[in-house]
T-cell receptor, first 111, second 114 residues
């Protein structure tokens, strides 16, 4: 079967660093996406990883280990506006560009 | 602004009724995806169209149907509505030119069934 696991909810403090993990078991792998979704709004694309390693984009970084079926999103210098759900999605090969979505991690930032 | 346009933004109707949700993809995108998201739930993939043809089906009920027109806009039809159909319905589009191409989401249609 195909499965993606993320923690349901995390809490962090403004100014701190938080790591949101995602593990996947899929029949093949052709890349992993991270999206941010504020409550009641559309998901917005954050990052794409297809090779092992760390991709950095400003305050946000995403890491991938294909052998472990594992990714994480690292958010630094947290701001109140980072309070949102973070969705992990995997693209299997030959999938007609569909994505398998995790349930998302709700991140709560406290002052 | 993602470039994906969904109308209407809000829809309130009663059980048993039928509604049509509309989506215009980003310029140049050939694929359209429909998702349902109930309150505090994850994204549930409904259906995908590519250049007018149905490409993949997810957990779409028989009461729901969709199509993509020659100008690439898409419509999602929901009939015999039930209270449990209340949700946010998102449309996304992508260019499908390579595995790294992300899906871009519209702002969604919030459907409330009374």
């Amino acid at each position: 079967g195909q499965n993606i696991d993320q923690p349901t909810e995390m809490t962090a403090t403004e100014g701190a660093i938080v790591q949101i993990n995602c593990t996947y078991q899929t029949s093949g792998f052709n890349g992993l996406f991270w999206y941010q979704q504020h409550a009641g709004e559309a998901p917005t694309f954050l990052s794409y990883n297809v090779l092992d390693g760390l991709e950095e984009k400003g305050r946000f970084s995403s890491f991938l280990s294909r052998s472990k079926g594992y990714s994480y999103l690292l958010l630094k210098e947290l701001q109140m506006k980072d309070s949102a759900s973070y969705l992990c999605a995997v693209r299997p090969p030959d999938s007609n560009y569909q994505l398998i979505w995790g349930a998302g991690t709700k991140l709560i930032i406290k002052p | 602004d993602s470039g994906v346009t969904q109308t209407p933004k809000h829809l309130i109707t009663a059980t048993g009724q039928r509604v049509t949700l509309r989506c215009s993809p980003r310029s140049g995108d050939l694929s359209v995806y429909w998702y349902q998201q109930s309150l505090d739930q994850g994204l549930q993939f409904l259906i995908q169209y590519y250049n007018g043809e149905e490409r993949a089906k997810g957990n779409i009920l028989e009461r729901f149907s969709a199509q993509q027109f020659p100008d690439l806009h898409s419509e999602l039809n929901l009939s015999s509505l039930e209270l449990g159909d209340s949700a946010l319905y998102f449309c996304a589009s992508s260019v499908d030119a390579g595995p790294g191409q992300p899906q871009h989401f519209g702002d969604g249609t919030r459907l409330s069934i009374l």
